[in-house]
């Protein structure tokens, strides 16, 4: 019994001491630490025509008051980036083919993206970029312009060509 009684009272007075201490709290921090990147921007041109699928200079659309015949595109894509206002420079020179005694002819052109505004070489357009991502393409066309129509007319056959260089600039 004298056991049992020892027990309990040292029992008691470890249980009372846990009752009554302090409690024992600790604590640390960390730190989460987190980035998103913004993805490069990319810009692609994609041709429509090729050599064996050549536009005919002389086809109506092709006036210069036509709706142009399909040349291009250009493709933008872009992931978490700012907002941006970005500049389009399409530059080229003259339709050129030879004639018969392998003299240059040359048939003068525009370019568009929407078929209403007709740009010349040098000619600009412009795109916005939200802050975001983006996925944007654009068609281009090409029309001949009223003296390019009649150069066309009384040019020989053959085959006549221009490289279109589209340039994409962020303002």
């Not at 004298?2 to 309990?8: R, S």
């Not at 052109?109 to 970029?129: I, K, M």
């Amino acid at each position: 019994m004298k056991k049992v009684l020892v027990l309990l009272i040292a029992f008691a007075i470890v249980g009372g001491v846990a009752l009554f201490a302090d409690p024992i709290t600790k604590s640390d921090s960390l730190v989460v630490y987190g980035i998103i990147g913004a993805g490069d921007p990319t810009f692609t041109v994609t041709d429509s025509t090729t050599e064996s699928t050549a536009i005919d200079l002389l086809h109506d659309d092709m006036d210069s008051t036509g709706d142009g015949r399909e040349i291009g595109n250009w493709a933008f894509t872009a992931a978490n980036s700012p907002a941006t206002t970005y500049t389009i420079k399409y530059t080229f020179s003259k339709l050129e083919g030879k004639d018969s005694s392998n003299s240059s002819v040359e048939i003068d052109f525009v370019v568009s993206e929407d078929q209403d505004t007709w740009l010349a070489n040098g000619g600009t357009t412009t795109y916005v970029a939200a802050s975001g991502n983006h996925d944007e393409s654009r068609t281009i066309y090409a029309r001949l312009t009223a003296g390019g129509r009649a150069t066309a007319e009384q040019a020989p056959n053959g085959k006549y060509q221009s490289t279109v260089y589209v340039e994409l600039t962020s303002n």
